[in-house]
């Protein structure tokens, strides 16, 4: 039990309410993305030549792959179930998605200073720091990797005094 008590672990409590809610919306924003690339024909046809455009091998598969884990990992997120790991692959994404795509568009000849700005206004270097924020905390107080956790712990705590929320 305890090698995946690290996995499942998360602060509680008021303060980190917000945490709960960069993850809740976060999800959210990934699972629409995703489900719309998966269903709407007009933006099926834009991810896939945005997935040819960018030199991605395999183009017609990875366009459904990606939009699938996009609508599969949005709503885990969403729900808080496995929240690590869904954090990790939506930052996998978003990492690939700023290196083919969006660090292109940033203006080249640019001082250090400039391009930082640049780059930080590109949406991927936001989702980038959302993940890497939910795979070191976790879900926050509202989420059911927080309520596993502490189901599995309930016999621990009682027995031996000691609390794990």
Request: charge should be neutral.
């Amino acid at each position: 039990m305890s090698r995946y008590s690290a996995l499942l672990s998360s602060p509680g409590g008021g303060f980190f309410t917000p945490l709960a809610l960069i993850r809740i919306a976060f999800g959210l924003f990934f699972f629409a993305s995703g489900f719309n690339k998966l269903f709407v024909p007009a933006n099926q046809v834009l991810m896939l030549e945005t997935i040819t455009d960018a030199g991605i091998p395999f183009p017609q598969f990875m366009a459904v792959f990606v939009a699938a884990c996009e609508t599969v990992f949005g709503l885990l997120l969403t729900i808080g179930l496995l929240t690590r790991l869904s954090a990790s692959v939506l930052l996998c994404i978003s990492t690939v998605a700023l290196f083919t795509v969006g660090l292109h568009q940033i203006p080249a000849n640019l001082n250090l200073l400039t391009w930082y700005s640049w780059l930080l206004y590109l949406p991927e270097s936001g989702y980038i720091l959302m993940a890497i924020v939910l795979i070191v905390q976790g879900c926050g107080p509202w989420g059911v990797d927080r309520w596993i956790h502490q189901k599995l712990h309930q016999g621990d705590s009682a027995g031996h005094g000691v609390s794990h929320t």
